[in-house]
């Protein structure tokens, strides 16, 4: 079955440090979705791409976050500088269908922890 | 800030059926979802119910809409150690010509054996 990888799984950081953080969505999915899940938290939307192109990034810290996917098919999601608040969970999604949320499929993760 | 919200946590004994509630904020949602996420691992779509639903069962889920009051339920029967996880109700936005998800904070769910 066809799964959303993410790499790496575990990440530990100084601030100040970049981090980042890869994913490659399931075949076919044009639609790429980056989260962040906070402990205790459920996931929020940091940014979604149809193909190449960024469709909504309200909510991603711009001062310091930047997402691509120059290819349409992989992502990347980069921290420079990383601080403390930014210890969190990374999801990445895919979907084939942006109009129906039930097609999002979710990748393992990526756990990030800035020391 | 609009929020889903969820109680945290819920202990249920082996063969018991667990309910989970949660109470959304956004009228118009077209969709609700509820997720599983077991520890360390992404989240898994167990089942979603459209608006116009009053009900949907699934095998041992059901999932139940009061669209008046904004609640949702997922009741898991015969509950068993491997539904142990985090589940996340969430809700669908339209957004930028997308439907967008907002997420609940998660209940824990523990089996008492």
């Known amino acids: 079955e066809a799964e959303v990888a993410q790499s790496p799984r575990y990440k530990i950081t100084e601030k100040s440090q970049a981090v980042a953080f890869w994913c490659d969505p399931i075949?076919?999915?044009?639609?790429l979705y980056w989260y962040r899940q906070i402990l205790g938290q459920g996931p929020e939307l940091l940014v979604q791409?149809?193909?190449?192109?960024?469709?909504?990034d309200s909510q991603l810290p711009k001062d310091r976050f930047s997402a691509e996917r120059l290819k349409g098919v992989d992502s990347t999601l980069k921290i420079q500088p990383a601080e403390l608040g930014d210890s969190a969970m990374y999801l990445c999604?895919?979907?084939?269908?942006?109009?129906?949320?039930?097609?999002?499929?979710f990748g393992p993760g990526t756990r990030l922890l800035v020391l | 800030g609009e929020d889903v919200e969820q109680s945290l946590f819920l202990s249920v004994r082996e063969g018991d059926s667990s309910v989970i509630n949660c109470t959304y904020t956004?009228?118009?949602?077209?969709?609700l979802y509820w997720y599983k996420q077991e520890p360390g691992a992404g989240l898994q779509l167990l089942t979603y119910?459209?608006?116009?639903?009053d009900m949907k069962q699934d095998q041992r889920l059901t999932v139940l809409l009061n669209k008046k009051d904004k609640h949702l339920s997922l009741r898991i029967a015969d509950t068993q150690t491997g539904d142990s996880a985090i589940y996340f109700c969430?809700?669908?936005?339209?957004?930028?010509?997308?439907?967008?998800?907002?997420f609940g904070t998660g209940t824990r769910l523990t089996i008492i054996p």
């Open positions: 999604a895919s979907s084939d269908d942006p109009l129906r949320g039930e097609t999002q499929y």
């Open positions: 119910i459209f608006s116009n639903m």
């Open positions: 969430a809700e669908s936005r339209a957004s930028f010509g997308n439907e967008k998800l907002t």
């Open positions: 791409f149809q193909d190449e192109s960024v469709v909504d």
């Open positions: 956004d009228s118009s949602s077209t969709y």
């Open positions: 075949s076919g999915h044009a639609t």
